[in-house]
């Protein structure tokens, strides 16, 4: 995946972007039909956490009453991570620095200071941590929900060494904890397998304007073209 030297996130880009240098298979052709641009995120084990949230926060920026609402739920997430066992000193830093992007967003709503703050090394890769820990802490405090789908003999150890870790690749059921943590649905389009692209909704039957690409493990922004 071509990105610019240090970029995090991509700016966007025409879905052609995405087209290999034959001739674009029917997938492809789908694709630029649904879509007509492409944010790019980097290829780090941590691209869904960066480009979910970047793509939450744009989907909202224009949105004063929602990005509140974010920034509460950020703060009052606290409360399931210390109920999961972590000590507030362990996380408070990064959730702080979740409510400081929210904060930077109301207070211009300009598409360019996300930009930048997610293209800030240690800014972007803090948020990630901490929607990290929120993950793990969701998954631990609903661990009947999910101890069956972990291939784990201890869900602690688990997210301990698959979630919470920098750079560690998430599965489906990382994914589901979050935006449940969150209460934010998401599209999902997958290239991979059979001819056609495959659509998953996560939850199910959640109406999301957040659609992202699954192409070879990783995650990119995409945007639908706007009905004529």
């Known amino acids: 995946m071509k990105m610019d030297v240090g970029s995090l996130v991509s700016r966007r880009e025409d879905i052609s972007a995405l087209f290999p240098a034959e001739t674009p298979s029917a997938k492809y052709k789908d694709l630029s039909l649904r879509f007509s641009a492409v944010r790019k995120v980097s290829g780090d084990g941590n691209c869904f956490y960066r480009a979910f949230c970047f793509a939450y926060l744009e989907s909202v920026l224009h949105k004063p009453r929602a990005l509140q609402r974010f920034k509460e739920k950020i703060i009052q997430s606290g409360t399931a991570l210390t109920s999961a066992g972590f000590d507030e000193s362990s996380f408070s830093h990064y959730q702080n620095t ?5 904060e930077q967003c109301l207070a211009d709503e ?55 870790v920098m750079t560690m690749e998430c599965d489906h059921v990382e994914i589901l904890a979050l935006l449940q943590a969150l209460d934010v649905g998401i599209h999902i389009v997958s290239m991979e397998g059979d001819e056609q692209l495959a659509h998953h909704i996560i939850p199910e039957g959640a109406d999301s304007s957040l659609h992202l690409l699954y192409q070879t493990s990783h995650y990119n922004i995409l945007y639908q073209r706007t009905p004529l």
């Open 98 to 102: 979740v409510v400081y992007v929210v």
């Open 110 to 164: 300009q598409e360019n200071t996300l930009f930048k703050l997610f293209n800030e090394q240690l800014i972007s890769d803090e948020v990630v941590q901490y929607l990290r820990l929120l993950t793990s802490a969701h998954l631990q405090n609903h661990a009947d929900d999910f101890c069956h789908f972990v291939e784990a003999p201890d869900l602690k150890v688990y997210c301990r060494q698959e979630v919470e």
